[in-house]
């Protein structure tokens, strides 16, 4: 469900949640990418929570059962 890659663009972490195509966390390490995409993720679902909208159908279907990050580096 989360990844981090190093991006040659960015020149820095990248965080990604599959279930949030759309949301992306810079950091200067894998680490700090992966904590920064994991609270960004929370802090959205707990507005789509509050704001009555649905979850996207892939996160509740991962949800429980999260793997650790498959993190990739340079």
Do not use: K
């Amino acid at each position: 469900m989360y990844t981090v890659h190093w991006s040659v663009e960015d020149e820095a972490f990248v965080g990604l949640c599959d279930a949030f195509p759309s949301l992306s966390w810079c950091a200067d390490s894998s680490d700090g990418a992966d904590h920064g995409i994991r609270n960004l993720v929370r802090d959205v679902v707990a507005d789509l929570l509050a704001s009555g909208e649905p979850l996207p159908l892939r996160y509740l279907q991962q949800a429980g059962n999260e793997p650790s990050s498959n993190v990739t580096s340079p």
